[in-house]
């Protein structure tokens, strides 16, 4: 299930240089910087004739992708949006951000020690980004935690921060036409971290632009996520 509240971002580090939401939005002529609210925002709590919940079922409701759920844009529409995450406890919202340093601006009063059915990633593209955010995010109050690393742009040492309190770790190339090089060896060492940490890792997506054994590989957009899964390495504690 998707829910996107709000759609439009401002570029904000190094991973967004080529964002998908504005490779979209460019097609259609639309400002991806533009930060608007959508007519989906109340979609968690609409309700049909019966008064059931329109959004029914059990399962992971992937929020914000057309933006980032803590951008300063949405700071007054973040509080209707998590008094909707409260009221929909039977969902689990999981969502993205690189801003992960604003996460304590409109956030509601009763919070405490996290929703549990709330579960945050926050993106770590290169070294410098998961130095800069992922302290920060291993103290806060969140019940559930999780690293995203995509697009990998560079070798990543995540192992000062794997721990018990990260339930796992994504790790994908960039897609597009201009995309930046994932090299498999990145991915590897990756791997290799969380299973010395035994945190559960994920390969998600090769990106267009693969090395693997020194080897550069163009990858169409159609295979990227297959070429991924036939590496088998995914790993499961």
């Known amino acids: 299930m998707l829910w996107n509240p709000w759609h439009g971002c401002e570029k904000y580090s190094e991973g967004c240089m080529n964002c998908y939401v504005y490779r979209i939005d460019g097609r259609h002529e639309r400002d991806a910087s533009e930060v608007r609210k959508n007519k989906d925002f109340d979609l968690p709590v609409r309700r049909k004739r019966n008064g059931e919940y329109k959004l029914q ?29 409260r009221e929909r406890s039977d969902l689990d919202f999981l969502m993205i951000t690189k801003r992960i340093k604003r996460f304590y601006v409109s956030l509601p009063d009763d919070w405490k020690d996290g929703y549990e059915n709330v579960i945050i990633c926050v993106t770590c593209e290169n070294q410098r980004r998961a130095d ?8 806060l109050p969140i019940k559930h935690k999780q690293i995203i690393c995509e697009p990998l742009l560079s070798a990543i040492d995540l192992s000062p921060y794997l721990n018990s309190r990260i339930e ?7 897609s597009g036409s201009r995309a930046r090089i994932c090299n498999f060896d990145w991915v590897l060492d990756i791997r290799s971290q969380c299973v010395a940490a035994g945190v559960p890792f994920h390969f998600k997506q090769t990106g267009a632009r693969f090395v693997k054994d020194g080897k550069l ?7 990227q996520h297959a070429q991924a899964r036939k ?3 995914d790993y499961i504690p």
């Open 57 to 85: 079922g059990s399962g992971v409701v992937y929020t914000c992708f057309s933006s980032d759920f803590f951008i300063e844009s949405a700071d007054e529409w973040r509080k209707e949006a998590w008094a909707m995450i």
């Open 132 to 139: 800069e955010r992922l302290p920060f995010f291993l103290s």
């Open 168 to 174: 796992g770790v994504t790790v994908g190339g960039e």
């Open 231 to 233: 590496a088998n390495i």
């Open 217 to 223: 590989y163009t990858i169409d957009r159609r295979f």
